[in-house]
């Protein structure tokens, strides 16, 4: 169904006129694909490709441990009580 909804459209259309609701049918012949994106240059096409694949996980990856070694400093600090005032 992703590579051409027109094939969406069409299945849609033929089970409102197999439940005799042509008054939809018409409703539904506009074209609904996101335009593709266009850049000025290949290289501006690649730097996104590879940021999208390279960059946001190595991200991630640098927010978890940033995450993992605030947890285990925050881990070496013994746990005190705090004293009620009376």
């Known amino acids: 169904m992703q590579r051409n909804p027109g ?3 069409f299945a ?12 939809l049918i018409s409703i539904r012949d506009k074209n609904r ?3 593709p ?3 000025r240059s290949g290289g501006l ?3 996104v ?3 999208n694949v390279a960059v946001v996980p ?5 927010y ?3 995450r993992l070694l605030k947890r285990r400093r925050m881990a070496a600090i013994p746990y005190q009580r705090l004293e009620r005032a009376a």
Do not use: M, S
């Open 64 to 66: 978890g441990i940033v």
């Open 45 to 47: 096409r690649d730097g």
């Open 33 to 35: 694909t996101p335009p």
């Open 37 to 39: 994106l266009v850049f």
């Open 7 to 9: 094939n969406l459209i």
């Open 58 to 62: 190595i991200l991630i990856a640098l």
């Open 12 to 23: 849609l259309n033929a089970v409102d006129w197999l439940a005799q609701d042509e008054a």
């Open 49 to 51: 490709k590879y940021g």
